[in-house]
Structures are given as C-alpha cells and as structure tokens.
C-alpha cells in the first residue's frame, strides 16, 4: 500500500480548505417568486410587451410611468400592453395607477389571465372605471368575453385626485380571483370563476384631452 508523506498531505488540506468555502458560497437561490417587473424608467415600452392600439390611440411612456391614451370609453377602444410570456400557476400582479387632470374620462385596469397576448379580447380584469351615468368613481372586477366586458362587482371608491397614485392587486389563486385597491381606498372583490386559465397578464386603460391615466410598479410574482 502506498502513502502520502506528510508534506503532501498537508498541502492537500491546504488545497481543499482553500477551495471549500469558495464553493459554499456559489449556491443558486432557485427560491425566487418574482416573474416580472417594470419601473418604466426608460423612454419607450420595449420588447417585453406587446401592444393592441386600436385606431387613434398610444400606449407610450411619460415620465417614467406606462401612459395609455384613448378618447373612447368602451373596451374595445382602449389600448393594451399585454407582457408577452404566458404566466402559469397561482400568482398576483400589482401596479400604482394615477390621474392627471379630471376624472370623467379615466379608466385603469390590471389584465390577468387573458387568453392571447396579442388582445385582452378574453380575459380578467381589476381597476377602477368613471360612471357618467352615476357622476363617480367605481371599482370593478370584470371579465371580458369576445370583447365584451362584464363586471362580477362594482363597488364605490374616492374621487381621484390628480397626481395621487393608488395600488391594484390581482391575484389568482387556483378558481379563486381577487382584485383589490390600496391606498386612498381600501377595497377587495373576491369571486371563483375558472373560465379561464392560465394565460397573460398586463394593462389597459386611457384617458383623453387633459385627462390621462398613469401606471408605474407593475410586479407579478408567483404565490
């Protein structure tokens, strides 16, 4: 049998006490629930995301917010900008909206679980919408079927000031939807509906003339 001196063995620990810590230290955090974030702190949109602008609208950034622009009021009029990988599981998104100016053309939603990322066409959606009819603000969780949006709840909210942000949450556990609101108001919708299922989410919304619609932080992690 053949033996190390002990020179040898010593410059062995020395080589394995040196390298051991080294690798201890190059773990993976494969722990992490964030899919995507957004700060929109740049000049343009990018390639993260991909627009539905039905005619005559924008759907750019200002300021370091996302700034969707429309002068129609229906869905179907409002541009979108939808993330383009699909989301998967249980998760929420979040994101800050704001106004400029008045209220009475505003509307601001979250999109979760759409079917396509090309259009919000058949999808879940949670924010905030201005009644003319009703003269105020109302939060809503909806669903948009064909493009044809049907709300599951329609609950009273403040009256929006200009450059005040407030947060919307969507979150999708299994059948389990809730859309909520913090800041300003404290409001939260839960129903079940498994109409749709996993899919991709985003923002839609817009404003017209000196009333626009802001949205900043959007986040999606995974619950």
């Given at each position: ?117 090309d259009t919000p ?78 899919g991709y989410i ?22």
């Open positions: 049998m053949q033996y190390l001196s002990r020179k040898t063995q010593l410059v062995m620990f020395g080589l394995i006490s040196v390298f051991l810590p080294i690798t201890l230290h190059c773990k993976k955090n494969v722990d992490t629930k964030d899919i995507f974030k957004d700060d929109f702190n740049r000049g343009s949109i990018g390639g993260d995301w991909v627009l539905n602008l039905p005619s005559g609208t924008t759907f750019g950034i200002s300021s370091g917010a996302a700034y969707p622009v429309s002068s129609g009021t229906a869905i179907t009029a409002l541009p979108a900008a939808i993330y383009k990988n699909k989301v998967t599981g249980s998760f929420k998104v979040s994101a800050k909206f704001s106004i400029s100016g008045g209220a009475y053309t505003n509307q601001a939603y979250i999109i979760g679980r759409s079917t396509s990322a066409a058949n999808a879940y959606v949670c924010g905030y919408y201005y009644s003319t009819l009703l003269g105020k603000s109302l939060f809503m969780l909806g669903r948009t079927s064909s493009s044809t949006l049907a709300d599951f709840a329609d609950v009273g909210m403040h009256t929006l000031n200009s450059g005040i942000a407030d947060t919307l949450t969507f979150t999708f556990d299994g059948s389990t939807i809730k859309c909520e609101m913090s800041g300003n108001s404290t409001i939260s919708v839960s129903i079940k509906d498994s109409t749709y299922g996993d985003g923002l839609i919304g817009g404003g017209a003339s000196t009333n626009y619609i802001y949205f900043d932080d959007f986040t999606a992690e995974k619950l």
